[in-house]
């Protein structure tokens, strides 16, 4: 019998007054389950005014191709009920602005830096791959495959197993770092994806990115979206981000970050019964900067009062 068997049913080896909120990733050791959506959050530094960013599990930057990328024209976004579309188009500086100048930004702060990583080809993703991996303040790279409003490559990839785990094993092969595949919900089967990445040497999985929407003015009768389609977030997807975590955490063995719609404590703990072992906060951080800080204090509270020593004893215990 272990010790402090506990009278909630779970097997406790700590004390729930200071439970334990440490989970990993893969090699990547997150001092709480929280970190932030790829894109939500750009590289910190305007969320650095509204809190110490060692405070998160880790951070995850914003898509970061070879060279700069202009993005979609505007309209990029559009509120909708319960969410909002974006085609930003994955604009982006580059990888030697990432080097240079916002990852020495990020290396003052005692917490890890996953880099998502966004190409056109599968060389490309390699490449990449081989220039972050010693590169000091790099923790892991987020393989993002699965991104809606590009017209050339990355959703092209992620939409087959064939195509993602050519990618997964191009980056494989480039780097020592943590591999942590993001897929897509816009597929037939989100399993055959994920266990194609897995098979191909991803490390963690990571889901879901946005779900491909639009919406129209129907006084102008025009999209209201340069771009037509966008990528749909926030609460509205939550219950497809739900399912998908609970469907793919029950095909694998490795560790999985959810997303889709956090914005509270309660939430972020759905996503962790139904088989997440971290989550990450994207549309909220624009409705409430404090939003990743909020769920991490929840989270803890959560554990207190319901008896829980260690986050990880929660993870896949929906029945
Ligand atoms: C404005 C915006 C930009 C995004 N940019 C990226 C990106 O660069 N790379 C990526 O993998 N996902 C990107 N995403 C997807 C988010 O990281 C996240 O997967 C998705 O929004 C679902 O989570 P949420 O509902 O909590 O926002 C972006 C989302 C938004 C809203």
């Known amino acids: ?27 990547i050791r997150m001092k709480n389950p929280v970190t932030v959506g790829s894109g939500t959050f750009g590289f910190g530094q305007e969320m650095a005014d509204f809190y110490d960013l060692s405070r998160l599990g ?63 080809s599968v060389d490309e993703y390699a490449e990449l791959a081989a220039r972050l991996d010693n590169v000091e303040g790099v923790a892991g790279l987020e393989i993002n495959i699965s991104c809606p409003n590009v017209k050339q490559g990355c959703l092209v990839f992620g939409t087959t197993p064939e195509g993602t785990a050519e990618v997964v094993s191009a980056v494989r092969a480039r780097t020592g770092l943590t591999v942590i595949t993001k897929l897509s919900p816009n597929v037939g089967d989100i399993v055959t ?3 194609a990445a897995v098979e191909a040497g991803s490390d963690a999985l990571s889901l879901i990115n946005t779900l491909l929407g639009t919406a129209i003015d129907p006084w102008q009768r025009r ?19 739900l399912r998908m975590v609970y469907d793919v955490a029950r095909a694998v063995d490795v560790p999985i970050i959810g997303m889709g719609g956090i914005m509270t404590a309660t939430d972020a703990i759905e996503f962790l019964l139904a088989g997440a072992n971290a989550i990450a906060v994207g549309t909220a951080n624009f409705v409430n900067p404090m939003a990743a800080v909020e769920i ?24």
């Open 1 to 27: 019998m272990g010790v402090n068997q506990g009278v909630s049913g779970f097997e406790r080896s700590g004390n729930p007054e200071t439970p334990n909120l440490e989970v990993e990733i893969g090699r």
């Open 58 to 120: 880790a951070i995850t930057v914003k898509g970061t191709s070879l060279k700069p990328w202009l993005g979609n024209d505007y309209p990029r976004t559009v509120e909708t009920p319960s969410g909002m579309l974006n085609a930003i188009g994955l604009q982006n500086d580059g990888i030697d602005s990432l080097i240079n100048e916002k990852l020495p930004f990020l290396r003052q702060f005692d917490v890890p830096v996953i880099v998502n990583i966004v190409g056109h």
């Open 193 to 195: 994806i994920a266990l």
């Open 223 to 241: 999209f209201r979206l340069a771009n037509i389609t966008g990528g749909l977030s926030g609460p509205a997807i939550k219950p497809v981000a």
């Open 296 to 319: 991490i204090e929840g989270i803890e509270d959560y554990c207190k009062s319901n008896g829980v020593s260690d986050v990880n004893e929660i993870v896949k215990t929906v029945s």
